[in-house]
């Protein structure tokens, strides 16, 4: 079985190599800065311990009040999952961290998220719409979206 | 005197037979050579994600039939088991033996569907198409005896199946377990030594390992790249930890072997199935769940080896009868993440076959 590790313990390792880097944590998930998220997965994916190496998804969930970046990482080696959230405030201009250059599985998902949810990532490469057309009113996957009149 | 040669852009797709539905690549081609690839994607978009925060738990079960149409009761136990997460429901024993069955039957399907295609696009129209077809519409004929359809499924539900099987099935079932193998071993006589399938698909679209972890790829193409990690094994789910089967792997990362591989799971889930059927006991398919669920505040991972690949459903309720966030970790569109560094500097034939390794289907890409 892959063994979610427990969020004290990410945090207090995140906290420890990157300090003021987390912010909350429950059993299972671990809340950490928007603007430090590339530093946390640098850390997530190089430390032997953690050796989280492969990236399952990233997702976004609109919360009215802010944006959770929800990311679901897993170590094959030593078969252990962690998730990773981010509260991204601020609906006009949200901005995280691209993690496009850890893991190149990241590519399509944040442009998705981009897409659909109108989060950006600062340091994509090619950052633009992946569903919808260019040209796209709005950010269908919002919960305040509201379908143009026909 | 030298021959002025210039890059050329053209569009592959999005209406072309070697698409498999409606996908689109802007190729840069040097004379023969790719140059550069971009995929474009979204002309089956239908916004299921959205769709499914405005429908009750059970009804979104619909929605997920067509998202790989071609291996829909694989994406109900996904969905089914991230709202059992959800929700801490524990499904009754004869469901999880008869979920795994059916999930095992449309890996057959899809690996029957996917190694059929990529034939077709080897050049061998339609012929190795319609022998796999064959046995794929054996099994559609199962899953008709269990719940009426042949495609859109909808056979599962949360905490269980949607009903027993009926008993012809099971004679039926025992009949297939025991000619499968046979046409297997058919095909492999067809095409596993096959000239021309050996001199196109060796050494062509070669994926190593590595890139594949970096790349999130995930199923058969993973495993094809010699990466020991299937979901079965590593986080059982169900009932797979009472079965003993083998993880075919690949050694190269080539097209040949992720054919190889898909046929060698072929026979691996026969066995599963086998071993499935002699553990299976009478008792309830369902277990005791309201007709609206309403998981409580919270949000859950789901994940199921699917055909494709690692199929997850994130869902997060706000303890209503609909989810309030519901989104789709799809294994074609992340599997198409590799795509581009595995054409770069091939020739254009080779991407035909190449693309059609990669087994994706345009209702999972698009959603």
Redesign the interface.
Known sequence: ??TVLAGDVIARLVEDFIPGSVKEWNASDVWVKPESILEVCTFLKTDTALGC?????V?A??YIEYFEM?Y?LVS?SN?HSV?LKAKCLGREDPTVPSITSL???????ER?VYD?MGVKFSGHPNLK?????EGFPGH??RKDYLEPPR | MPIRTEPVTINLGPQHPSTHGVFRMRITFDGEIILDVEPVFGYLHRGSEKLAEERTYTQVITLTDRLDYVSSMSNNLAYVLAVEKLAGINPPERAMYIRVIVAELQRIVSHLVATGFFLNDLGALATPLMYCFREREKILDLFEMLCGARITLSYMRVGGVFQDAPPDFWHSLRDFLNYMPGYIDEYETLITGNEIMLIRTKGTGILSGETAINSSISGPILRASGVNWDLRKTDPYDVYDRVDFDVPQGTVGDNYDRYLTRVAEMRQSLRIIEQCVDQIEEGPVRAEVPALVRPPIGDAYGHVEGPKGELGFYIVSDGSIAPYRFKIRSPSLINLSALRGMLLGSKLADMIVTFGSMDINMGEVDR
């Open positions: 079985m892959t190496d492969y990236l399952i998804s997702s969930v609109d929800v679901h094959m078969n998730v893991w190149q599985g990241a590519d399509f998902q998705e659909l719409r992946i569903m919808l057309w269908p996957q």
